[in-house]
């Protein structure tokens, strides 16, 4: 009978551990999942116009360095995003092809197909549908984007831009 019952012990211990071990793994995926929607919903933010949710994904601290220029605030940021970029273009249509989290990390590989619909950087209004690709990383903390590093291929916008020759073959 003791044996018995030790075995039952045994199975109900095993059991309750490794129960909480995969609710905890479920808990971590959760977290993981919410982290990236915090990355990726600030970029579909931005690409339907809603400003006051873009303000509100981004810490009052948040910094954003990208393409070797000094980083900008939150403010310099989001009048970038909202009176220069969706102002030279709109149709905005961005794909996230790999999003990947290490911690409070999201890393994204995109490309945002759009139309040339206004002036970008002295660049006249071309309306033509262009592919801007490129890579962020944006830092995560207490629900907010804290920081942003990016880099986007410009020399490709420019090539079909008009602004510059595509490469000789």
Request: net charge positive.
């Given at each position: 009978?003791k044996?018995?019952?030790?075995?039952?012990?045994?199975?109900?211990?095993s059991?309750?551990?490794?129960?909480?071990?995969?609710n905890?793994?479920k808990?971590?995926?959760?977290?993981?999942?919410?982290?990236?929607?915090i990355a990726?919903d600030?970029?579909?933010?931005i690409?339907?116009?809603?400003w006051?949710?873009?303000?509100?994904?981004?810490d009052?601290?948040?910094?954003?360095?990208?393409?070797?220029?000094?980083?900008i605030?939150k403010?310099?940021?989001?009048y970038?995003?909202?009176?220069i970029?969706?102002k030279?273009?709109t149709k905005?249509?961005?794909?996230?092809?790999?999003?990947?989290?290490?911690?409070?990390?999201?890393?994204?590989?995109?490309?945002?197909?759009?139309t040339?619909?206004?002036?970008?950087f002295?660049?006249?209004?071309?309306?033509?549908?262009?592919?801007?690709?490129?890579?962020?990383m944006r830092?995560?903390?207490n629900?907010?984007?804290v920081?942003e590093?990016?880099?986007?291929?410009?020399?490709?916008?420019?090539?079909?831009?008009?602004?510059?020759?595509p490469?000789?073959?």
């Open positions: 009978m044996k018995i019952l030790m075995s039952m012990l045994v199975i109900a211990l059991a309750t551990t490794i129960f909480s071990q995969s905890h793994k808990g971590a995926k959760m977290k993981n999942d919410a982290t990236k929607e990726l600030l970029s579909r933010s690409m339907n116009g809603q006051d949710k873009v303000d509100a994904l981004l009052d601290n948040f910094v954003y360095i990208g393409d070797g220029q000094p980083g605030n403010q310099q940021y989001i970038f995003m909202k009176e970029l969706s030279g273009f905005m249509d961005m794909q996230f092809h790999r999003v990947l989290q290490d911690g409070d990390m999201v890393a994204v590989d995109y490309t945002n197909m759009m040339n619909s206004g002036e970008y002295g660049i006249p209004a071309t309306g033509k549908r262009i592919a801007s690709t490129g890579q962020f830092q995560i903390k629900g907010k984007v920081a590093w990016q880099t986007t291929n410009s020399y490709g916008m420019m090539i079909q831009l008009g602004v510059i020759p490469p000789k073959k």
